[in-house]
């Protein structure tokens, strides 16, 4: 079981900023991938950022160049930097946690709400 708790989602004006980060803790597998997604009413939920346990990351289109996530391994913690924020980026940002050696497991945080007024 591994717990993952998100913070730092607020109100902010377009082209703020914010920082989101979210713990783990729990039975947390040395290699994993940790993730940030996000969710609007009525939509899919979308992959917005990844990072490996080796650092490696990847974004989506529509938040590269704005938005960066780094992690603290020491901390089981990962943190999204997002910058020059837009409406569209109004949604509530889960945190993800996937590990794929040996077996598969995957945990989700409970969310926190991140909404950008225009």
């Known amino acids: 079981q591994v717990q993952l708790v998100e913070s730092g989602g607020d109100l902010v004006q377009t082209g703020g900023s914010l920082k989101l980060s979210c713990a783990a803790s729990?039975?947390?597998?040395?290699?994993?991938?940790m993730g940030w997604y996000r969710q609007t009413p009525g939509k899919q939920r979308e992959l917005v950022a990844v990072?490996?346990?080796?650092?490696?990351?990847i974004y989506a289109d529509s938040v590269k160049g704005r938005f960066t996530i780094s992690r603290d391994s020491a901390k089981n913690t990962v943190y999204l930097q997002m910058n020059s924020l837009k409406s569209e980026d109004t949604a509530v940002y889960y945190c993800?946690?996937?590990?794929?050696?040996?077996?598969?497991?995957?945990?989700w945080g409970q969310g926190t709400q991140v909404t950008v007024s225009s």
């Open positions: 993800h946690y996937r590990r794929y050696l040996f077996k598969n497991e995957e945990y």
């Open positions: 990072i490996t346990s080796e650092g490696g990351t």
């Open positions: 729990g039975n947390i597998f040395s290699v994993n991938d």
